[in-house]
C-alpha cells in the first residue's frame, strides 16, 4: 500500500501563486509515476500534470502548460506542483495520484487539498 498526503492548498487571488506537495509513503519503492488531478465543482475530474520518477520526464494539461510546473524530490519520496498566474477556474479540489510499475492506472490517492482563486 502507498499513503499520499498533500499539502499548501489555500486561497489566493486570480494572478497569484501557490505550491502544493504531495508525500508519499508506504511502499513507494515500486512507484512509478506521480501525478496531480484536480476536480471543480459540478465538473468531472481531470488530469493535471505528471512525473515519471524513473526519467523524470514531465507532462501537463495545456490548459496548465507555462503556468503550473512539476517536480519531484526521489530521496522525499515527494511531489510538487508551482501553481503560477493562478485563474478562478483553477478552483478546484486538487488530488495527488501515484501508479505503480504493474499497474495500468493511478491506483493511489491522496485525500486532497482545496485551491480557491478569487477573481
Known amino acids: 500500500q502507498v499513503q499520499l498526503v498533500e499539502s499548501g492548498g489555500g486561497l489566493v487571488q486570480a494572478g497569484g501563486s501557490l505550491r502544493l506537495s504531495c508525500s508519499a509513503s508506504?511502499?513507494?519503492?515500486?512507484?512509478?509515476?506521480m501525478g496531480w488531478f484536480r476536480r471543480a465543482p459540478g465538473k468531472e475530474r481531470e488530469f493535471v500534470a505528471a512525473?515519471?520518477?524513473?526519467?523524470?520526464?514531465?507532462v501537463s494539461a495545456d490548459s496548465v502548460k507555462g503556468r503550473f510546473i512539476i517536480s519531484g524530490d526521489n530521496a522525499k519520496n515527494t511531489i510538487y506542483l508551482q501553481m503560477s498566474s493562478l485563474k478562478p477556474e483553477d478552483t478546484a479540489v486538487y488530488y495527488c495520484?501515484?501508479?505503480?510499475?504493474?499497474?495500468?492506472?493511478?491506483?493511489?490517492w491522496g485525500q486532497g487539498t482545496q485551491v480557491t482563486v478569487s477573481s
Open positions: 508506504g511502499r513507494t519503492y515500486g512507484i512509478a509515476n
Open positions: 512525473l515519471r520518477w524513473n526519467d523524470a520526464g514531465t
Open positions: 495520484a501515484a501508479r505503480v510499475d504493474s499497474a495500468p492506472e493511478y491506483e493511489y
